[in-house]
C-alpha cells in the first residue's frame, strides 16, 4: 500500500490558495484504526466499520489530537471540503476521492481539526473515516455536543450555493461546486455565533410543492426531507435522542414562485398553487411538530421576490393560521436589505449577502423567548 504523503502547514496553505487537491493515498490503514473519535454536526448514517456516510450540506467533523500532525481520512469524488486546524482554514480539498490528506509540520501540542463538507449532492454520498494522528501524537476524546441546536431547512440560498463566487456567471470559473461554500451560509453564520451545533438540510432547486421552474414534478423538498442519504430512495434518518433543536428555520418557497406557472402543471392558476403550498407547509410544520415538540421555536422564513409578493403574503398567513391555531412558537421572517447584491452564482446571494442576511436573523432571534 502507500504510505501517505504529509504535507507540512505551509504547503497545504499554498494549496489551499491555488485550488489544489492535497495529498492522496489509499486510507485501508486509517479506516481499520478505530481509535479515530469526532464529534459530528450535522446528518449522517454510520457504517459498521465507524465511518460516517452523508449527502446534505454543510455536514462537519470535529476532533482534538495531540502531536504535530494529523491525517483526514475521506472517500468522496464528488464533494469539496475545508480543512481547518486551530480554527484557521489550511486546506480545501476538492473532490478528495479516496484519500489519507495530512497536516503536519504543527507545533508538539493539543490542537482542534475540523473538515466541513462544502457542497451539495443529492447524487451521491460521501464517507468520512475519521482523523489519524502522526507518529509519536494521539488522537483525543471528541469534543462535547453543543447544548444549542438549531436546525435550518431549505433551497439554494439556506445551501449557499454560488456564495462565494465573485461574478453571476460561474461556468468559466469553476462552476457552482468551485464556488459555495455552505460553511459561509447565513445559517452557519448565525449557528457559530450562538455556539449552537446545527444542520443544514437545504437542496437546490426544490420547493415545498414545486420544484424551480416546475422542474422534476411529482417530487419536491418533502420527497427527501426524511433521508439521511439524499440519493437512496426510501432511505430513512434515524434521529438520534441526542438532537433537540430549540429552533428551526424553515426557508421553503422561493422555487415555488420565483417562476410562473407552465402549460401542463398540475396547478392552472397561480391561486391554486398558493392554496397548495400553504396546505402542503401546515402538514410540514405538523411533522415538525411531531418531531421536536411543541417547545421548539419555528420560523418561517420568507425572502423578497422580485416578482411576486405572494412567497411573503403566503408565509404571512400560515403563521398567522398557527397561532389561531394555539401554536404561538412560530413566527414569520421576512428578510431584504438593500445592502443585498446577488452576485453569487446565477443571481444567488454573495458572501456579503450571507453576512447581512445572518445578521438579521440574528436580530430576530434575539426577539424570540428563548431560554437557551
Known sequence: METPRHLSRRTLVAAAAAGLVTAVASPSQAVGARGARFHTVGRVEEAADGSVRYSWPGVCFEGRFRGTGVGVVLDDTDNDYDVQVDGTTVATLVTPGRTVSWVDGLGDGGHSVRVVKRTESPWAAGRFGGFVAAPGGAILARPRARSRQIEFIGDSYTAGYGNVSETQDCSGNGGVNRNSNADLAFGALTAR?????????????????????????????????????????????????????????????????????????????????????????????????????????????AAHLWNTTAFAEATLRIVEERGRRGDARVSHWYYDDPGLDHLGCDWHPSLNDHRIISGLLDDHLAGLPLRW
Not at 420527497?223 to 426510501?234: F, K, M, P, S, W
Request: aromatic share 14%; proline share 6%.
Open 193 to 301: 455565533k450562538l455556539d449552537a451545533d446545527y444542520q443544514i438540510n437545504a437542496f437546490s432547486g426544490r420547493g415545498m410543492v414545486r420544484n424551480y421552474n416546475g422542474g422534476e414534478p411529482g417530487t419536491d423538498f418533502r420527497t427527501y426531507y426524511d433521508r439521511a442519504l439524499l440519493n437512496i430512495e426510501g432511505d430513512v434518518w434515524r434521529k438520534p435522542a441526542s438532537w433537540r433543536p430549540q429552533v428551526v428555520v424553515v426557508g421553503l418557497g422561493i422555487n415555488d414562485f420565483s417562476t410562473p406557472l407552465n402549460p401542463g402543471e398540475r396547478w392552472t392558476t397561480p391561486d391554486e398553487l398558493v392554496t397548495a403550498y400553504e396546505s402542503a407547509y401546515h402538514g410540514f410544520l405538523d411533522k415538525l411538530r411531531g418531531r421536536y415538540g411543541p417547545r421548539t421555536f419555528v420560523v418561517v422564513a
